[in-house]
């Protein structure tokens, strides 16, 4: 089931002094093809690394991912 | 493979069942050859099995190694929690078809009078099928996104 959660990730990155997939990926522990797949909404990361994209970009998690809930698609 | 957007992982597993169909189709191949003609015997059977598991080493090495000099950057990742979780999911679905593919091999092998290197081939096809269940799905999983 595709994920229930959406992000601002990719804005996020543009407002960070235009950080890129690759760097994020480096600074969370994750592969880029990962960070792609996050930001597309394919893939949701386990809470670890949620919290460590959240601290990366200096915000709390609300502000980096939305929870669809009843939204969600198959 | 870069427009791809396929991770060193993912490359890995398109390669690795690459070579285990092509080489296991060859064995196989040749063992039912030897078993319809009937000049096949242990040490030949014996001879075929090395011949290809040295043919999936040497494969293993220069493939990885060739993908690993066309995508250096990707090559230098470690496997993250995405490229786990796929590999146990796959891994989870394939150790059923291995278990389902042992348990008919073994009813199988009691009402029929098999000799052991038979029954050996038999287990090696079923420990195969299920690798191959195992890397299509996680390419499957890779392709899809989760």
């Known amino acids: 089931m595709k994920p229930a959660i959406s992000n601002n990730i990719r804005k996020l990155r543009f407002e960070n002094d235009e950080m890129t997939q690759q760097a994020l990926a480096d600074a969370v522990g994750v592969t880029r093809q990962t960070v792609f797949a996050i930001e597309k909404g394919k893939y949701s990361p386990s809470l670890e690394v949620a919290f460590k994209i959240a601290e990366t970009f200096g915000v709390t998690l609300d502000k980096v991912f939305q929870y669809e809930g009843g939204k969600q698609s198959r | ?146």
């Open chain 2, 1 to 146: 493979m870069k427009s791809l957007n396929m991770s060193f992982e993912e490359k890995s597993t398109w390669v690795s069942l690459a070579i285990i169909i092509f080489v296991f189709i060859g064995y196989f191949s040749q063992v039912y050859e030897g078993l319809i003609s009937g000049n096949l015997d242990k040490a030949a059977v014996m001879g075929l099995f090395i011949g290809a598991v040295v043919s999936i080493i040497v494969l293993e090495i220069v493939l990885h190694t060739v993908i690993a000099v066309l995508s250096v950057k990707d090559a230098g990742q470690s496997t993250d929690e995405r490229d786990r979780l796929f590999s146990m999911r796959a891994g989870n679905i394939s150790g059923w078809v291995l278990g389902i593919g042992v348990l008919i091999i073994a009813a199988y092998t009691t009402m029929h009078d098999l000799e052991s290197v038979w029954i050996a081939n038999l287990l090696l096809f079923a420990v195969l099928v299920s690798q191959v269940v195992s890397y299509t799905l996680q390419i499957f999983y890779y392709r899809r996104g989760y």
